[in-house]
């Protein structure tokens, strides 16, 4: 269901409609019976927020009515009561509103409470969030990126204070969090203790669900339920909004359409398991394709004249995991897929802003093998030295479309890989040379296991310019060995530098660097 404010709404016209309509509606009726009232579960979020508006979603604990009250004010004193939706079991009682045209570059503060759908008269406590509109003019942006969560079998632990990454990003007061997938680890059995090599013992809060991989709806919605368990992502979302994006662990490790299941699948299909994962995805993420266009998850976000955000998918629409080393493009050489290259030329092209991120949830150059343990098969862009073969002739394809047509600053922003680097892509060290310069930077994991570093391809001329990873001798490190990154990206409002730094999860900055912008 859409919201739709009148156009061209100021904050000034905003103040004035919610007064006039707002007062009489914003006291809702309560019953004394307060454990008979709905329940926010899982806390509140917003997410792919832009100019005018964004996404707004709960969850109930039984068929409901989510009822919002949205307001430029803390206070709420200016507060408008919007119409209703409905939370049902098809959705397992969740819900996402879309909210448009509200005053730009402006603190926007929603209330959330759930009424009954039986007994219309009992209405629960409200949640309160808060997202900030993207700018119609050239102020300063911040945003943190990063991915990969609860992978590995490390939950959330009490004691070493739950995923603490997320209150370190939270101190950035960023504009939103860029997600780049694994959002959970369905495929991630979370176990209620695990022995640390010290000799320490790490305690996980459990679930009966992540007891064993997830196969059922049920099972993909609890491991996203999981991660709401915990208090510091809570308080995150409440304040940041998500643009978000999948990869493999949202269905299963490295998952194409020639997985082969392992034993521990009773389902043996990958089609109905990624299908299964994808419904759950959409329905616990504020994603705006979500309700205008129901699956998709590639798509451009704006945030103002200085970002667009280009949020790519490359699981959907990929060819098998495989050797790719095809010299000619065709279907089982698919990553991002023939539609989805189209689209996004088409909105490069078209953008006019400042700076163009392309979020890949997978790296371009560094290697990650299919079949990690024998070294063998492709699972993400890179082949091996030499030249384009396979899925890296989309990326020659992509680079070279962004030379030709005049385009500048762009970046890339990547996780994956579970360790924080910065790649510079040198035209005149590649062996594919059709492209300008351009920067790669990785992050992660948020809270998860860390490994790294990976082989490094040589075909578009990456080199590292900064690497923190574990070392081959120390691969799967918890949490609590401090190895858990994210990244930070501000851009300056007047001058339009872009400043990417490097941090850890007690946001120690680790590096950093300042890009001066070519003209638009």
Known sequence: MT????RNLTRRRFLATAAATGAGVIAMPYLSRAADRPVITHGVQSGDVGVDGGVVWARADRPAQMMVEVATTESFKDARALPPITALPESDFTAKMLL??????????????????????IVGEPVVGRFRTAPSDRRDVS?????????QGWGINPDDGGMITFAA???????????????????????????????????????????????????????????FLD????????????????????????????????????ERDITVLAARAAKAFHEMYPMRESIVEPGRVYRTLSYGPHLDV???????????NGPNLQEQYGPDAYFIGPDQMTWLKRALLNSRATWKVIASDMPLSLIV????????????????????????????????????????????????????AAHYYNPNKAQFQEFDPFWEFVSGPLHAGTFGPNELDNTFGPEVKFVKAPGE??????????????????????????????RDRVDAELWAITLDPKPV
């Open 3 to 6: 919201i739709r404010f009148s």
């Open 100 to 121: 448009e045209n509200l005053p730009s570059g402006q603190d926007i503060f929603y209330r959330v409470r759930f009424r009954d759908l039986a007994h219309i008269d």
């Open 143 to 151: 945003f943190v990126w990063g991915g990969d969560v609860a992978g």
């Open 169 to 227: 990003m939270k101190k950035h007061n960023p504009d939103f969090l860029l997600h780049s997938g694994d959002t959970i680890y369905a495929d991630g059995v979370i176990p209620a203790e695990v022995k640390l090599p010290d000799g320490k013992i790490w305690k996980n809060i459990t679930i009966p669900e992540k007891a064993k991989v997830a196969e059922t709806l049920d099972e993909y919605r609890a491991a996203h339920k999981y991660n």
């Open 231 to 266: 208090s510091n992502l809570r308080a995150f979302n409440a304040e940041v909004p998500i643009f978000v994006q999948w990869d493999d662990h949202e269905v299963t490790n490295n998952w194409s359409l020639s997985k082969q299941l392992p034993a521990a699948y009773k």
């Open 310 to 320: 280009f949020m790519l998918d490359e699981r959907s629409y990929r060819g098998p």
């Open 369 to 420: 093998y299919d079949d990690a343990a024998n070294k063998k098969g492709s699972e993400a862009f890179a082949q091996g030295d030499g030249p384009a073969r396979g899925r890296e002739l989309e990326i020659a394809d992509i680079l070279r479309f962004i030379k030709t047509a005049g385009i500048v600053n762009t970046v890339w922003l990547t996780a994956d890989v579970h360790y924080a």
């Open 473 to 502: 001798a120390n691969q799967n490190l918890p949490p609590s060995a401090g190895m858990q990154f994210f990244g930070h990206v501000k851009i300056d409002g007047k001058s339009g530098q872009m400043t990417v730094s490097l």
